[in-house]
């Protein structure tokens, strides 16, 4: 920085100076962490490009799926639908999902394991600065994972698009804002990159069974469905579901989203330690 | 050179009760919750330029007293400042000019020594050339290599280079030989006081006596969480007191042990006589006494005509001290 710069910006806001040196090289960080993070091939593979594997690999190689649902079997609302169709929401889910509860948890605890924070805790940039890189590294990867998928799923697998965009686009935003909470909780504490790969897992699974990943909408048991709205990811799926199919809209998982989001995300920011 | 102390501490303390350390899950959240040797009265004043030591064996609290000054973790008593600033109470006052290197930090696995060094230098405000500094520490063959493929002691030289490349007032550098060849202690000995003639005041953390003897111009010995020594290791090293060692011809031994022991009791300058044997089991005679011990001890032998085979003053190391000061020999208390 420049003696004229420093001179300008204390000027015009001397009360902000600190926050302001705080995340001086902030910039080089964020490049630097996204380097490395791409280094990591099992990151990189499950974060990015799982979702629409996993969407070519269920719409091709599962027989039925790609084949129009008999609509006096599952009602008139899936009337012209096919089960991959149902499918989407759940995978959108999933690529929210792992960057969210196990890429990033893991990056904390590999920091807090090797004193990657308490080292930069000695130099002016605050550790803050490497949550906030992480966050947008993670979110850049959910966003470029959902886009491959539908850029694949669309055009390749003949997905319809959704009904009502703003509720899937609302449903999407919820389900980051809800995961990446829970993501916080579970990296909080876990002071090893195994506890954190262990605890993320636990909470991981169970979730993408309630986000349909093996039961996608249609065949989904009603009373799994009647918890599974009651579950973070249970709940995007099924809110991203119905704006897809322009079912009505979905107070109920909105409100179950929101609560998750205000249970864990101040439990999980009061509960994080840096070392 | 300025006349004001660059760190200043005063009765420094930072207890950890006596439970054992706590898992990291039942303590609570925030500054300062890693266990480690607590600290109980520790003072000490560093001025410019110095290289100022903290010796002591391990558990001796070096550590902690430093985490303390650097502002890493909240003490339970006393003061500290760093270039008139209050790390304890404004730790962020102090992190552009305090350089710190630590023990057992490491860097992510994946990152090259390069990159690690353009991370850390885009964090300060007017950081050294990260070129020059690769050179200086012999890390530019290993510029591209990931962290996790480097050798302890590259490692090391990474970890001073990161300490060093905000351009730093005052470095605090803990252990920073721990793991390096001989070759590779001396070359870092003499990049330390490289770094001091370039004006940086050095706080160095050792439990190395020949280390601090070599490279500090003052020192404090710590055992215990508590200061037992302060000053140059001249200083330390001279109590104002000789030991010569002597030793006559078999025959003659126990007629001069006798004639010393005798002078010992009538002596005005009062020194101690012991008979000892060196470590290929010749018998010798020790004489402990001030300054002036040998002026007493030729003249008597020379009176009795005992000529001594070989007379020799003894040196005193900083080890000697530590003997002295806590009745302990130093490997008793080390690791």
Request: hydrophobic share 50%; net charge negative.
């Amino acid at each position: 920085m420049t003696a004229s710069t420093t001179t300008a910006s204390t000027r015009t806001a001397p009360s902000r100076a600190p926050r302001v040196v705080g995340l001086r090289g902030f910039p080089t960080l964020l490049a630097v962490e996204a380097r490395v993070w791409l280094r990591e091939v099992g990151t990189v593979f499950f974060a990015l490009a799982f979702p629409t594997v996993l969407l070519v690999g269920v719409g091709f190689a599962i027989p039925g799926m790609r084949d129009v649902l008999p609509a006096e079997a599952f009602g008139p609302e899936w009337e012209g639908r096919r089960m991959l169709d149902a499918y989407v929401p759940a995978v959108l889910a999933v690529a929210v999902a792992t960057p969210a509860l196990t890429t990033m948890p893991v990056g904390f605890a590999t920091f807090r394991e090797r004193g990657v924070l308490r080292r930069l805790s000695t130099t002016p940039m605050r550790p803050q600065g490497i949550v906030l890189a992480h966050l947008v590294i993670n979110l850049a990867a959910t966003v470029v994972a959902t886009l491959l998928a539908l850029a694949v799923a669309i055009p390749l697998l003949g997905v319809v698009a959704p009904a009502n965009v703003a509720v899937v686009l609302l449903g999407f935003l919820l389900a980051v804002v809800a995961m990446y909470a829970i993501g916080t909780l579970v990296a909080a504490r876990a002071p090893r990159a195994g506890t954190a790969s262990a605890i993320g897992s636990l909470v991981y699974f169970p979730m993408m069974f309630f986000a349909g990943l093996w039961t996608p909408g249609p065949i989904m048991p009603d009373t799994v469905e009647r918890v599974a709205q009651l579950t973070p990811l249970g709940a995007a799926a099924q809110m991203m579901g119905a704006g897809w199919q322009g079912e009505p809209f979905p107070a109920l998982q909105l409100v179950v989203l929101l609560l998750w989001t205000a249970v864990c995300l101040p439990l999980g920011v009061r509960l994080f330690r840096w070392t | 050179m300025s006349t004001s102390p660059v760190v200043e501490v005063h009765h420094l303390r930072k207890l950890y009760g006596d439970r054992p350390a706590a898992p990291p899950e039942t303590s609570r959240p925030g500054a300062g919750t890693r266990e480690g040797p607590g600290v109980h009265d520790v003072s000490f004043t560093v001025a410019e330029g110095e290289i100022f030591g903290i010796l002591g064996p391990n558990g001796a609290g070096k550590t902690t007293t430093v985490e303390l000054v650097a502002g890493m973790r909240t003490a339970d008593g006393g003061t500290v400042r760093v270039l008139g600033n209050d790390p304890q109470a404004h730790p962020e006052a102090v992190r552009e000019a305090l350089g710190v290197q630590l023990q057992e930090s490491q860097l992510h696995a994946k990152i090259t020594v390069a990159e690690a060094l353009r991370l850390f230098a885009s964090f300060y405000p007017a950081p050294a050339d990260t070129e020059e500094l690769l050179h200086v520490l012999d890390l530019a063959d290993q510029r591209d290599t990931r962290f996790d493929h480097l050798s302890g002691g590259q490692k090391q030289r990474l970890s001073i280079a990161l300490a060093l490349v905000g351009n730093p007032k005052v470095a605090i550098l803990d252990e920073l030989t721990t793991g390096l060849d001989p070759a590779a202690r001396r070359a870092t000995w003499d990049f330390v006081e490289r770094v001091r003639d370039r004006g940086v005041t050095i706080l160095l953390v050792t439990h190395f006596m020949d280390e601090a003897e070599r490279l500090c111009d003052r020192l404090v010995v710590i055992d215990g969480g508590r200061v037992v020594a302060e000053g140059t290791p001249a200083e330390l090293v001279d109590t104002g007191e000789r030991t010569v060692r002597l030793r006559v011809a078999d025959r003659d031994h126990d007629r001069a042990l006798a004639l010393l022991v005798r002078l010992a009791d009538t002596d005005d300058h009062v020194f101690t006589v012991t008979d000892v044997r060196t470590d290929q089991g010749r018998a010798e005679i020790e004489v402990l006494g001030s300054r002036r011990v040998l002026f007493s001890v030729v003249p008597a032998l020379a009176a009795a005509d005992l000529v001594p085979d070989d007379v020799r003053t003894v040196p005193r190391t900083l080890e000697d001290v530590f003997v002295d000061l806590t009745g302990r020999t130093y490997e008793e208390v080390g690791s």
